[in-house]
């Protein structure tokens, strides 16, 4: 079920598929005919078990892992012209609380080819400040990245994955090491983005509590999809049961 701005067919609005999309590494099975649809503008969340093939999905739309099927994503007026922009947020990366590296020391490593010690160019100062705007994140740029909170690192890795604004954005486990304060903000800000911008968002989660408040779709799979449609009736259908009250079924 889609229930998004674009419900319905996809029209001249841009879309991401996914077809019959399988992944198979040696002799296992990871992904098994998975087929997902979002639209832009609209926010799905991937959820399932610990080792369910989440960020599977999201390896094989980033070109990172092979796979058999299709994934398609349209743009109007660029259908089969250009690669789509994909920003991507991968699962928070561990930084040492001791590191001098500041949040403009990171954009400058990320994003210029000039080594961070000569100091950042105007130009790159002035991209610095506008992507962290974007997040709220203005405050940020001159803290050390190893003493951010887990919500102020989501929101400087979400500001380095939106320069350029992507068609879509992909986030792997955004919630994770949050507060509960610090979610509903970051899901704020998602909403915000999403709005802004005519995004399509992508995101896997252990935390189901937001989705009800900001998912258009929800999509449980474990190795296939097993539920799909709005978080409401995938939160209280008897697949997620099946799921997660099973012994050994980790959220």
């Known amino acids: 079920m889609i229930t998004g701005p674009h419900h319905g067919s996809c029209g001249d609005s841009c879309c991401l598929k996914l077809q019959n999309v399988s992944v198979t590494i040696g002799t296992d099975r990871i992904l098994e005919d998975v087929n997902l649809h979002v639209h832009c503008g609209q926010l799905l969340a991937l959820i399932g078990p610990?080792?369910?093939?989440?960020?599977?999905?999201?390896?094989?739309?980033?070109?990172?892992?092979?796979?058999?099927?299709?994934?398609?994503?349209?743009?109007?007026?660029?259908?089969?012209?250009?690669?789509?922009?994909?920003?991507?947020?991968?699962?928070?990366?561990?930084?040492?609380?001791?590191?001098?590296?500041?949040?403009?020391?990171?954009?400058a490593c990320c994003m210029s080819r000039r080594p961070a010690f000569l100091g950042l160019s105007r130009e790159m100062r002035e991209t610095v400040e506008r992507s962290?705007?974007?997040?709220?994140?203005?405050?940020?740029?001159?803290?050390?990245?190893?003493?951010?909170?887990?919500?102020?690192?989501?929101?400087?890795?979400?500001?380095?994955?939106?320069?350029?604004?992507?068609?879509?954005?992909i986030l792997d486990e955004p919630l994770s090491g949050v507060d509960v304060e610090g979610m509903a903000t970051l899901m704020d800000m998602l909403d915000e983005l999403r709005r802004t911008y005519d995004l399509s968002i992508l995101m896997t989660t252990h935390d189901f509590s937001l989705l009800p408040r900001y998912a258009d779709q929800v999509v449980l799979i474990d190795h296939r999809v097993l539920c799909q449609g709005t978080a409401e009736e995938v939160l209280s259908s008897p697949e997620f049961a099946r799921v997660f009250h099973r012994k050994g079924a980790a959220e």
């Open 132 to 169: 962290l705007a974007r997040v709220h994140g203005e405050e940020l740029v001159k803290k050390r990245v190893g003493s951010l909170s887990g919500g102020e690192l989501q929101r400087v890795l979400l500001a380095l994955a939106l320069e350029p604004v992507p068609n879509i954005l």
């Open 50 to 107: 610990n080792g369910a093939g989440k960020s599977t999905v999201l390896k094989a739309i980033l070109g990172q892992r092979a796979y058999s099927g299709a994934i398609q994503f349209s743009v109007p007026g660029q259908r089969h012209r250009h690669p789509p922009r994909i920003g991507y947020v991968p699962q928070s990366p561990a930084f040492d609380p001791g590191d001098p590296v500041s949040v403009e020391d990171l954009f």
